[in-house]
C-alpha cells in the first residue's frame, strides 16, 4: 500500500500545480499510464470500415437496432 500512501500525500499537498505531481515519481508514473491514450488499433479501423459499407444512400432506411446488429 506504499502507492496509496503516496496518493494520499500528494492528494494532501496544497499545492494544485501538475508539477508538484513530479515530487512523486509513483504516482506521476500512474497518473501518465491512466490518462494517456490508447493508439488506435486495427479493430477500431476495421469497425469504421464496416460501418461505412453498411451506411450507404440505399441502406439509408435501416433502423437503428438492424444497423447495430449489421455492424458489430
Not at 26 to 54: E, M, R
Amino acid at each position: 500500500h506504499v502507492l496509496a500512501d503516496k496518493l494520499n500525500s500528494y492528494l494532501a499537498n496544497p499545492s494544485k500545480n501538475i508539477e508538484s505531481l513530479f515530487s512523486y515519481p509513483s504516482v506521476c508514473a500512474s497518473f501518465i499510464k491512466l490518462n494517456s491514450t490508447l493508439p488506435i488499433s486495427a479493430v477500431v479501423v476495421h469497425l469504421f470500415s464496416v460501418a461505412g459499407q453498411i451506411l450507404t444512400d440505399k441502406r439509408c432506411r435501416l433502423f437503428d437496432d438492424h444497423t447495430n446488429k449489421m455492424i458489430f
